[in-house]
C-alpha cells in the first residue's frame, strides 16, 4: 500500500537516530533517492510505492551503518564538477576545494600559466580535473597507487567532458618517464598519523581507503618522498602546491623550501588552520 512521502520520511528520521546520526539526513537521503525538490516534497507530500519506500529505507540503513552520504547517493560537488565517487575512493572534502580554488585565483591574476600539471595521489581525479578546466591549455598527468580510484578519476574525467588529462597508476615519481618536467605539481597525499587513523570519525575509518589516509608515523611520509624527488621533475619556473593536515605545515613547508622552493607559505584555512603549503622557485 502507498504511505505518504513525509510518514516513509519520519521511519527513516527514526532509524538514523537510532544510530546516532541526525535525524534530517533521512530528508536529504529522499531527496537524492527520488531526485525531488523540498519545495514540491513539501507541496505534494506525495505518496510513495512500497519499492520506493524499500529502496528508500535500504539507503537509510546502510547510512545508519555509517557509510558516508556521498558514497550511497554516489556522487560529490567539487568546484562545479560532479564527481562520481564509492567504496575505494576517498571523498573529496571542503577543505580541499577551499585551497584550491585559492591557489586557482592566485594564478588567475599571474602571468605563470601552467603547462604541464602533474597531480600525485589524485584519488578521484578532483584536483588534477578541476586544474585541466581551469587551463585548458594545460596536459595534465594524475597519478595514484590506487587502481580503484583510477577508475572513479577516468569515469570522472568522461563525466565532466575533460579530456586534457591522463592517469597513469605507480607510486609518486615512478612511473613517470625519467625526463618529465612540470610547471605546477599539486598533490593532496596521505597525512594521517597511524596512531590517529583509530580517532576518526567512523564514516571515514571504516569505510574510506586507508591506503588514501595513512601517512605513516607522523604523517609526513608522503611528503618527504615527493621532496627528496621533486626537483628532478620541474621545470625552473615550477609551482608547487600540497594540502597539509592541520599541525604539519611548519614542517612540509620547511621540506618545501629545503627543494628548492625558495618563498615556500602556508596557506591558513576560514578555522585558522594550516591547510596547505604554496611554493614556486621563482616568485609569482
Ligand atoms: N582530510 C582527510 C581527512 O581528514 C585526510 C586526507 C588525506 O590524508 N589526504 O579525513
Not at 538514523?16 to 531526485?35: N, P, S, V, Y
Not at 514540491?40 to 539507503?59: G, K, M, T
Not at 575533460?162 to 610547471?183: C, K, R
Request: glycine residues 8%.
Amino acid at each position: 500500500m502507498p504511505v505518504a512521502a513525509s510518514s516513509v520520511i519520519r521511519a527513516g528520521s527514526e532509524i538514523l537516530q537510532a544510530a546516532g546520526i541526525e535525524g534530517r539526513e533521512a530528508e536529504i537521503l529522499f531527496l537524492c533517492t527520488f531526485a525531488a525538490s523540498r519545495a514540491s516534497l513539501y507541496r505534494d507530500n506525495p505518496e510513495i510505492a512500497e519499492s520506493d519506500r524499500s529502496r528508500f529505507l535500504d539507503r537509510v540503513k546502510r547510512r545508519a551503518a555509517r557509510e558516508p552520504m556521498n558514497y550511497i547517493t554516489g556522487d560529490v560537488e567539487f568546484l562545479g564538477l560532479r564527481l562520481s565517487v564509492g567504496s575505494g575512493v576517498l571523498i573529496p572534502r571542503p577543505e580541499t576545494e577551499w585551497w584550491l580554488d585559492a591557489l586557482i585565483k592566485r594564478l588567475r591574476g599571474n602571468a605563470f600559466k601552467p603547462r604541464s600539471v602533474l597531480d600525485l595521489c589524485a584519488g578521484s581525479g578532483c584536483i588534477g580535473l578541476a586544474l585541466a578546466r581551469e587551463f585548458p591549455g594545460a596536459e595534465v598527468v594524475a597519478v595514484d597507487i590506487s587502481p580503484d580510484a583510477l577508475l572513479y578519476a577516468r569515469e570522472n574525467a568522461a563525466i565532466n567532458g575533460v579530456a586534457n588529462i591522463s592517469f597513469v597508476e605507480g607510486d609518486l615519481f615512478g612511473p613517470l618517464p625519467p625526463d618529465s618536467s612540470f610547471d605546477l605539481i599539486v598533490s593532496n597525499p596521505p597525512y594521517i598519523a597511524v596512531s590517529e587513523l583509530k580517532k576518526l570519525e567512523p564514516e571515514v575509518r571504516l569505510w574510506e581507503p586507508h591506503v588514501a589516509l595513512a601517512g605513516g608515523d607522523d604523517g609526513l611520509d608522503f611528503y618527504r618522498a615527493i621532496f627528496a624527488d621533486i626537483r628532478r621533475f620541474v621545470s625552473d619556473d615550477a609551482v608547487v602546491a600540497v594540502e597539509t593536515g592541520s599541525g604539519q605545515g611548519a614542517s612540509v613547508r620547511e621540506m618545501m623550501a629545503v627543494a628548492g622552493f625558495g618563498n615556500a607559505k602556508i596557506f591558513y584555512d576560514y578555522a585558522g588552520h594550516d591547510r596547505a603549503v604554496f611554493g614556486s622557485i621563482k616568485e609569482i
